[in-house]
């Protein structure tokens, strides 16, 4: 009753604009991620909270402030040091390259939930975004090859896809939306960022790897720019 109800054409639109940008963002971190470490994949995507300002003055015609310049200054040094190789060399990964990719995506969806689910019902444009991506996930593996049926065989994969499809992004997409309808942007990002924070520590128990002392230095100065970027004073809320 509530879909027929509030699936209107405007958040028909509203869920299909957020989903195109949602599937943008899955596909670029899981590209990235085969070619990088999980905890590298997971800060770098964090860094949409810096880029997010940005996207604002674009969209929105919204200047970012001096901290917010400061953080993205803040938050290139961390990413060189998370990425770049020690010595001279200025190489940086595809997988890391791609990573940061996803980024940019996920700052576009961010800004697209803040201006589209003004006036729109959140579960109605949650059902479309989540359709929006299945759609464009199952269009892009017809091309880039499906599962086999080995794999739909094998009870760990098909846990993990559900893993990844209820609870990754169903669940994470709509309690985004949720929380982008009653809390300022930033608290909102900032929670986001702990993503990063998860990530590492994940990478560390399962794939056991090893943080140098210049990965950790730059984490620790992209999750500095993370906080001065979203964080707020008291009695003052972030559009």
Known sequence: ???KRCLTPAAMRAGMIIGVCSFLGYWTQFVGLSG??????????????????????????QRPTRRNL???CICVAGLALVTLPGGSSLQVSWGDGVSMLSALTYSFEIVAVSIFLRDNDVI??????????????????CFEGLPSAEALGDKRFILAMLY?????STYGATAQNLAQRHIAAGP???????????????????FHEVLTLRMLVGFALIFTAVILCTWQPRGKERT
């Open 70 to 72: 400061l953080a993205a």
């Open 188 to 206: 909102v990002s900032m929670l986001l960022a702990l993503e990063s924070v998860f990530g590492t520590i994940f990478s560390v128990i399962f």
């Open 1 to 3: 009753p509530r879909m």
């Open 36 to 61: 990088t470490t999980p905890a590298k994949n997971a800060f770098l995507s964090t860094c949409y909270c810096v880029v997010v300002p940005f996207v604002v003055w674009i969209v929105q015609r």
């Open 124 to 141: 109605a444009v949650s059902a479309v975004q989540m359709v929006t991506v299945g759609l464009l996930a199952t269009l892009v593996g």
């Open 164 to 168: 990844i499809t209820l609870l990754a």
